[in-house]
């Protein structure tokens, strides 16, 4: 999420948050973090999630997070009710590849975003 963050420069949303919503408990992860004593300040007050997110719109809870940043995130992030699901390169976008790796250049990306319409990208299994 980091580097999607500053690949779309939005600012101002810490990983941390991210991290707490979706944790169990309700300890901050880090000074960076929000859980429940952030968000009953809220006016309505609210809790954090404390699960996956069902909906891609909870991004707007999140402490720190801008109605520009959630615009600028929403196209490229998803919220999916089952575990162990990965980027599927042969349908994400050129920003949404570039966060798999801090050394991908613009250039590589393309590359990747040309192959696939000569054939698809098959499914990695681990050894």
Do not use: C
Not at 15 to 27: E, K, L, P
């Amino acid at each position: 999420m980091d580097r999607l963050q500053q690949n779309l420069q939005i600012t101002g949303l810490k990983t941390d948050v991210f991290i707490d919503w979706v944790d169990a408990n309700d300890q901050t992860i880090s000074a960076y973090g929000a859980e429940d004593g952030q968000y009953l300040l809220a006016q309505p007050g609210y809790r954090a999630g404390n699960q996956k997110f069902a909906s891609v719109t909870e991004l707007r809870l999140l402490e720190g997070m801008t109605e520009e940043g959630y615009q600028a995130l929403r196209p490229f992030v998803a919220a999916l009710p089952v575990s162990g699901v990965g980027i599927n390169v042969n349908t994400a976008s050129a920003e949404v590849l570039q966060t798999l790796h801090p050394d991908l250049s613009a250039a590589q990306v393309n590359a990747v975003i040309e192959m696939r319409k000569e054939q698809r990208f098959g499914r990695a299994t681990a050894k």
